[in-house]
């Protein structure tokens, strides 16, 4: 069979990337701008500069990655990019530049899910085996979902609030850490001790999530301490926090991977990168005889290379876009209609 080289565009956030992949799994070369240096003065990441950021970048980035890969435009077979959701000026110079590089070259253009993007970054370190669930974590998102064959997705729950990313990043920055501050707060959960009386998010039979009790308790016990003159254990409310949130994460999990009688998960998105995450995972798998997928640390949070992964599944099930392909800023995973 003809090799099948995708190149693909991942701008839903504050990354300008892009990537070319091998038949889904096989990673040529990826170029990954990251803005978080501007961004993290305005504590987050603010629209408006990102998509300026964009549209600078977004060029310099193609030529990087096509002198990387040592390539040209031809040898493509075809053009992904992230559509959806995310930041709506961010997505639209990615889509542009997509629908753009689409027509000058006549290459097929493939519409990326960025939650199908982050499920395939697991692809790029072993090939997905089925059926499986996948603990989706993120800045945006908190889902469970199940896949019986490729790039087929149903979601069996997800966060009726905030997303569990957002709500390290909030806690975070309470605490006076700078953005993305979910790394940070891992870090320091690792000093700590468990002393601090927060409540378990939504911890009921149910498999569906929320982080906002949490978050509140989190800023209402520091503004609380701040009025009584006292001091704030960082490390030790970093280490009560995530004991509280990966707590529910791997128990909700475990309980879906049984009652679906399935063995093997994969875990997703930016908060994969969660070294508490990981570890409870990995000690409740191997009690459960089930195989594990992590994406490599640097390609859990935002990259072209998990779009060019997953396109490479979309492109085989006949997922094809034309010029009328717009950005969406919220769009749902689980019904794809570009068939
Ligand atoms: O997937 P991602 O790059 O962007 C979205 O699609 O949302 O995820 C970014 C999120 C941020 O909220 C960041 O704080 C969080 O992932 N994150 C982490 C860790 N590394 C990144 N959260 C907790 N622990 C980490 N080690
Ligand atoms: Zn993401």
Redesign the pocket.
């Known amino acids: 069979m003809k090799d099948i080289y995708i190149l693909a565009i991942e701008s839903?956030?504050d990354?300008t990337s892009m990537s070319i992949i091998k038949n889904g799994s096989v990673e040529i070369a990826t170029v990954v701008l990251s803005q978080i240096d501007i961004h993290k003065n305005y504590g987050g990441v603010v629209p408006e500069i990102a998509s300026r950021n964009h549209i600078e970048n977004i060029t310099i980035v193609l030529e990087e990655l096509l002198q990387k890969a040592n390539m040209k435009t031809e040898n493509i077979t075809a053009i992904a990019v992230t559509y959806g959701p995310?930041l709506i000026g961010s997505l639209l110079i990615g889509v542009q530049a997509a629908k753009t590089i689409s027509l000058v070259t006549g290459k097929p253009l493939i519409p990326v899910h960025?939650?199908a993007g982050?499920i395939y970054a697991n692809n790029l370190e072993k090939r997905l085996s089925f059926p499986l669930i996948a603990l989706v974590?993120?800045?945006?998102?908190t889902e469970l979902v199940y896949m019986n064959e490729d790039y087929s997705f149903k979601k069996i729950g997800g966060t009726l609030d905030d997303?569990?990313?957002?709500c390290?990043?909030k806690v975070?920055k309470v605490i006076g850490l700078e953005y993305?501050?979910?790394?940070k707060?891992?870090?320091l959960a690792h000093l700590g001790k468990n002393t601090y009386n927060l409540p378990y998010p939504l911890n009921d039979n149910s498999y569906n999530f929320s982080f906002s009790g949490i978050k509140s308790a989190v800023i209402n016990l520091v503004h609380n301490e701040k009025q009584k003159g006292n001091t704030i254990n960082k490390e030790n409310l970093c280490t009560s926090f995530q004991d509280r949130i990966t707590t529910v994460l791997v128990k909700k999990t475990i309980n879906a991977l049984k009652e679906y009688n399935v063995n093997n998960l994969i875990v997703a998105?930016?908060?994969s990168?969660?070294?508490?995450?990981r570890e409870r995972l990995e000690e409740e798998c191997k009690k459960n005889n089930i195989n594990l997928s992590f994406p490599r640390l640097s390609y859990?949070?935002?990259n072209a290379a998990m779009i060019g992964a997953a396109a490479y599944y979309a492109y085989k099930k006949g997922i094809i876009a034309d010029q009328t392909l717009t950005a969406k800023a919220v769009d749902n995973l689980y019904n794809q209609k570009f068939i």
């Open positions: 839903s956030c990354e995310g960025h939650i982050h974590v993120s800045g945006g998102h997303a569990v990313g957002e390290y990043d975070a993305p501050g979910g790394p707060v891992d870090k998105g930016g908060v990168a969660n070294i508490g995450l859990c949070t935002d």
